[in-house]
């Protein structure tokens, strides 16, 4: 596909302001989407041949330039540590479905999908490791979210729009608990060859 974008370095390996700013540039030219709707991919701004953006489809007029915030080319692996709510805390932005949540501390790595219907369905990295223990832990983190008067929480907010997104990632956020929840419970049921469901 055709370069939307390159600059040239000379010293590519240097991370300098000019590449720092590069890099805010591509950031700022581009809106953040899961994979699967990426229209465009870019190589390393370290590269030889500086940074080159290009398309992976034929983008139309007017439609939106759609990349990545966490897993780009020089992130490393910053999308597995953010996930949804590092893009919400550093961005300001809630993801749409799905929504990849990393829950670090207990080693489970959640893609919540969003059914036809409106449920919510946990599927986990081959790394994650759901267990007896981490279940009680998200138990007791979805009874305590519950129990939050997010409404009262909320009363000193004065931006319209910081209470529409607060409200929406305490929403996300429990969703993605219960979902985990019923997974892992689904996926512990199974393993034990007792078939029951939640």
């Not at 501390?105 to 893609?111: C, E, G, H, L």
Request: charged share 25%; net charge negative.
């Amino acid at each position: 596909m055709k370069p939307l974008f390159a600059h040239f370095l000379k010293n590519p390996f240097e991370m300098n302001l000019s590449s720092t700013c590069l890099f805010v540039v591509l950031q700022d030219m581009h809106n953040h989407d899961i994979r699967e709707r990426w229209n465009v991919e870019t190589n390393s701004i370290r590269s030889p041949e500086g940074l080159i953006v290009t398309s992976t489809k034929t983008i139309q007029r007017g439609e939106e330039i759609l990349y990545t915030y966490n897993y780009c080319t020089d992130c490393f692996d910053m999308g597995d540590i953010l996930g949804t709510p590092g893009i919400y805390r550093d961005f300001g932005f809630l993801e749409e479905y799905p929504q990849y949540w990393p829950f670090l501390d207990q080693k489970v790595y959640a893609t919540i999908d969003q059914l036809d219907d409106g449920k919510l369905q946990a599927r986990f990295e081959a790394y994650s490791e759901v267990n007896a223990e981490s279940l009680i832990f998200f138990k007791t983190q979805l009874m305590r979210l519950m129990s939050i008067d997010i409404e009262t929480e909320i009363q000193s907010l004065t931006s319209s729009l910081e209470v529409y997104m607060v409200r929406r990632f305490y929403e996300s956020l429990k969703g993605a608990i219960l979902a985990v929840i019923e997974a892992g419970e689904m996926n512990s049921s199974h393993e034990n060859g007792t078939g029951s469901e939640l």
